[in-house]
């Protein structure tokens, strides 16, 4: 997706993007799930699933679970957070529902059973998850979409020469937009403002 396009989209506000993702734009529904929220999601899938390597088709899923019967979860979707927090809520609930399927499924051997609930509690409970909303939520009221795509990006794991590529910009600029972040976000958290 080139820049031009993003800018458009970084553009718009919760209820214009909705109405694009309803109209099924295909350009909407990557900058959404591959630019806009790909970092938050990989975050989440990284916590639950320890892996990365899956991260596409699990954000694939996660499209086709939201776009089931003419998108209507997301017509349901009443704007009363940003879309970025309830989407990021709808991902959590659909990833840890997925993991827990897939715990069953592997789960035959006694042996895997006992490892199985011991990561259950391992990496991922409902207070670190409250915790990473309230942090999501504060990143999403970042001013600049840049700097929050590019803190988003750094908390997943990613390199900076990564994140650089991605954004067609220098490492530099990469460290100097998550600084600016942190910056913001320090401010919002001390003003308590989310």
């Known amino acids: 997706m080139y820049d031009k396009r993003i800018a458009y989209f970084d553009s718009l506000d919760d209820r214009a993007l909705v109405g694009l993702l309803l109209a099924n734009?295909?350009?909407?529904?990557?900058?959404?799930?591959?630019?806009?929220c790909n970092g938050m999601f990989a975050h989440i899938i990284h916590s639950m699933f320890?892996?990365?390597?899956?991260?596409?088709?699990?954000?694939?899923?996660?499209?086709?679970?939201?776009?089931?019967?003419?998108w209507d979860r997301l017509r349901k979707f009443g704007f009363k957070s940003s879309l970025n927090t309830w989407l990021t809520v709808i991902a959590v609930r659909f990833f840890r529902?997925?993991?827990?399927?897939?715990t069953k499924l592997v789960a035959v051997e006694p042996q895997l059973i006992v490892e199985t609930q011991k990561d259950e509690t391992d990496d991922y409970d409902i207070i670190h998850e409250m915790t990473r909303l309230e942090l999501y939520k504060a990143i999403d009221r970042l001013s600049?979409?840049?700097?929050?795509?590019?803190?988003?990006?750094?908390l997943t794991?990613?390199?900076?020469?990564?994140i650089a590529a991605e954004m067609g910009c220098t490492v530099a600029a990469v460290y100097n937009l998550t600084k600016k972040a942190r910056m913001?976000?320090?401010?919002?958290l001390k003003d308590k403002e989310i």
């Open 144 to 154: 600049k979409p840049r700097e929050r795509y590019a803190l988003l990006a750094e």
């Open 157 to 162: 794991g990613k390199s900076a020469d990564d």
């Open 50 to 70: 320890q892996s990365q390597g899956r991260k596409e088709e699990l954000i694939g899923e996660l499209y086709l679970y939201l776009s089931e019967n003419d």
């Open 97 to 102: 529902k997925k993991r827990l399927s897939q």
């Open 25 to 36: 734009d295909k350009e909407a529904v990557e900058y959404v799930f591959f630019h806009r």
């Open 184 to 188: 913001e976000l320090r401010t919002l």
